[in-house]
């Protein structure tokens, strides 16, 4: 094999593995992809505007990166209009995550939403280890109407208090 990688020239203009990268395509000047990175250890950290952008902050339609911003985005803090998946996902209408906050559905350890799935729901329907919401699901559920092993809802309430109350 000869010294030279196959990747040399292809994705990289300044470096590679944990030196900085510096893609665009087509140009520069209309990056339809750009991927920009600073490299570890290198105290700075690099934007990435595009259609299809990578990057330590990443701004485009499709959006990846360790703060992600766009219509589907990807990374560590990953704001959306339609899907986002990343640690602390924030989305107008579907969010993936450890914490998952959406106006429409939910999922993840800590989800928040209108429909949440996760450890810990909070939603107007919530399905969870501890669900609380208008109607709520879960071993723990607290909220108007639902079902758990520890039913904190109005209705369980009121179940109770009749079973107390004389004819």
């Given at each position: 094999?000869?010294?030279m990688?196959?990747f040399?020239?292809?994705?990289e203009?300044?470096g590679?593995n ?5 893609y ?10 750009n991927i920009?990175?600073g ?13 299809i ?13 360790a ?5 589907f ?6 704001i959306?209009?339609?899907l986002s ?9 579907l969010?993936g ?9 939910s ?8 429909t ?7 939603a107007?329907?919530a399905?969870?280890?501890v ?10 559920a607290?909220g ?18 009749g ?5």
């Amino acid at each position: 094999m000869s010294g030279m990688n196959w990747f040399n020239g292809m994705w990289e203009s300044k470096g590679w593995n944990q030196r900085e990268i510096d893609y665009q395509w087509p140009s520069s000047s209309f990056p339809i992809i750009n991927i920009q990175t600073g490299g570890l250890g290198k105290g700075r950290k690099r934007v990435a505007i595009g259609v299809i952008a990578v990057g330590d902050i990443a701004i485009g339609i499709f959006s990846i990166g360790a703060v992600s911003v766009g219509v589907f985005s990807f990374g560590a803090v990953a704001i959306s209009w339609l899907l986002s998946i990343g640690a602390v996902a924030m989305s107008s209408y579907l969010a993936g995550g450890a914490v998952a906050i959406s106006n429409w559905f939910s999922i993840g350890a800590v989800a928040i939403g209108d429909t949440a799935v996760g450890a810990v729901a909070i939603a107007r329907t919530a399905i969870g280890a501890v669900g609380i919401g208008e109607t709520a699901y879960g071993v723990v559920a607290i909220g108007q109407h639902g079902f758990g092993l520890i039913p904190l809802t109005h209705d369980a309430i009121k179940w109770i208090t009749g079973l107390f109350k004389s004819n």
